[in-house]
């Protein structure tokens, strides 16, 4: 619960290429359908029994690293709502009106945040006559076409020992760049995405809106672990699918407490309000996948509703964790031995001598040291291949933080040298250079191409030109078009009269 609230509760061997089991909670989902867009039922994302059924509160993924293009600047992302299918309208997808989304900022390693940036939102309706999402071509982000708007407020509240002691408004009243319906709803979402990017004073930005989800991973671990013999690993699970993301870079200097302490803890959480009225804690993130397979489902819930200072009820998950237990039993890798405080140090505390704060209390935090300057070419494996700008020191968008936490949790750092991975090592979208630097999201309209039209048309020729033949032989007449048309049209209406007939017989029925 935040302090404001009321109330709370390359190189692989082919028999480790399991790293969906550490994403995907271990083997205790086995037997869940395999993910395809359309199709998703269970994913990292969903990593608490209540909070899968919450979507529009459910974290996702935190991100933070130093601005590459701009160095003197942070860049936090937070992300929410997992597995959006880009056609999952005609309701698309929206942050919710009665949640607090909230980043923390822990700048002395005491656990307790003594910064917090909430975001809040409004949804506005044009028209609740129709059932669109828009009614028309968008090409801005005030167009009237765009029915279903989003609007968004942040506060900087300045905490000390859990007690607020300033509150600022940073911004209100900004628009939500929207879902990507598709090319003929939005012809150039480009222009929608840079819109929906605002300076905040002392040279800070914010973008709110949907994205790709940049997490990649093989998550098909469910098929009994590749199929049975792991011959399916590598297929980026997430690949079409998008999130909705909060982005927020600023000047380093306001979130460190000196240059002297340039290390920040991050998190994120979602507060959702009660039948009350009061606003309860739902959903927590910081460091990836440790509520997935970390924390035993008896915690998971626990662990979403808790605060970091509170992390000790946790630290035996950390220590003896499950995982490494279930790679032996079923693949005959000796697990590391236990306790595991190396684990302690990637999770709870940071490493020593790389972004772990002096006089640290362990606590599940994304931990950054700021004074780390972006690397010229950033390295997926981070920190493991000798990349300190990357994971765990903070998170980057290109970082493959599924290969980076098997090697560890199989006991990298204690003398256990493994190349573990998931043959997934970048996203399937390529990343910006610039802020927010998430990839565009996935458009709606992404089907096949009719037969017969280039892909340069635009949609409404593609429509025109689907009606024509796709080659000299075989294909139907404009004249033959026109009569099976026509005797569609005839079956058509012969069927709605029989149904009226149907529905006046019905009418007297009592149920």
Request: hydrophobic share 35%; aromatic share 8%; proline share 6%.
């Amino acid at each position: 619960m935040t302090p404001i609230s009321r109330s709370g509760a390359g190189r692989r061997s082919i028999a480790t290429l399991i790293a969906g089991a550490l994403a995907a909670g271990g083997l205790a989902a086995a037997g869940v359908a395999t993910l395809e867009p359309g199709a998703a039922s269970a994913s990292s994302h969903r990593e608490a029994p209540l909070i899968s059924g919450q979507p529009q509160y459910d974290n996702t993924d935190v991100y933070a690293f130093v601005s590459p293009d701009k160095p003197d600047t942070t860049t936090i992302i937070a992300n929410w709502i997992p597995f959006e299918d880009p056609a999952g309208g005609p309701n698309f997808y929206t942050f919710a009106d009665d949640a607090q989304y909230d980043i923390h900022i822990d700048n002395n390693g005491d656990a307790q945040g003594e910064l917090l940036l909430r975001y809040t939102f409004k949804t506005h309706t044009k028209n609740k006559k129709t059932f669109l999402y828009n009614t028309g071509a968008v090409t801005s982000l005030d167009d009237p076409d765009l029915n279903v708007t989003q609007t968004y407020d942040i506060d900087l509240i300045k905490l000390h020992h859990q007690k607020v002691v300033s509150r600022t408004k940073l911004a209100d009243n900004l628009a939500v760049a929207p879902s990507n319906v598709g090319k003929a709803s939005m012809p150039d979402y480009g222009t929608l995405r840079k819109q929906a990017i605002y300076k905040l004073p002392n040279g800070a930005q914010t973008f709110a809106g949907q994205a790709d989800d940049p997490f990649f991973l093989d998550l098909r671990v469910f098929d009994l672990l590749y199929g049975g013999n792991l011959s399916e690993v590598g297929r980026d699970t997430l690949k079409g699918y998008n999130v909705n993301s909060i982005a927020l870079q600023v000047p380093t200097d306001m979130i460190t407490e000196s240059k002297d302490q340039p290390i920040v803890g991050i998190w994120s959480t979602t507060q959702r309000r009660n039948a009350q009225g009061y606003y309860e804690q739902v959903s927590r993130l910081g460091n990836p996948l440790v509520n997935e397979v970390v924390n035993p489902l008896k915690d998971k819930d626990r662990f979403n509703a808790s605060s970091p200072w509170n992390d000790g009820q946790f630290l035996k998950n950390v220590t003896h964790p499950e995982l490494p237990k279930l790679i032996e039993s079923i693949y005959k890798i000796k697990a590391p031995a236990e306790p595991r405080n190396d684990l302690v140090d990637v999770f709870l505390k940071g490493v020593k001598g790389l972004n772990q704060p002096p006089k640290v209390r362990p606590a599940e935090e994304l931990r950054l040291n700021t004074s780390i300057k972006p690397a010229a070419s950033p390295k997926r494996l981070g920190v493991l291949d000798g990349d300190n700008a990357g994971f765990p020191n903070g998170r980057r968008l290109t970082d493959d933080v599924i290969d980076e936490a098997l090697q560890v949790v199989e006991g990298e750092l204690v003398g256990s040298k493994n190349d573990l991975g998931d043959a997934v090592d970048k996203n399937d979208k390529g990343f910006g250079h610039s802020f927010p630097y998430l990839a565009n999201p996935t458009a709606g309209s992404r089907g096949a191409t009719a037969k017969g039209v280039s892909s340069g048309n635009d949609v409404r020729n593609q429509l025109g030109d689907a009606l024509q033949p796709a080659g000299s032989s075989g294909g139907m007449s404009n004249s033959g078009l026109i009569a099976a048309s026509a005797g569609a049209g005839a079956a058509g209406i012969a069927l709605i009269g029989a149904a009226l007939m149907w529905w006046r017989r019905m009418r007297g029925r009592a149920y």
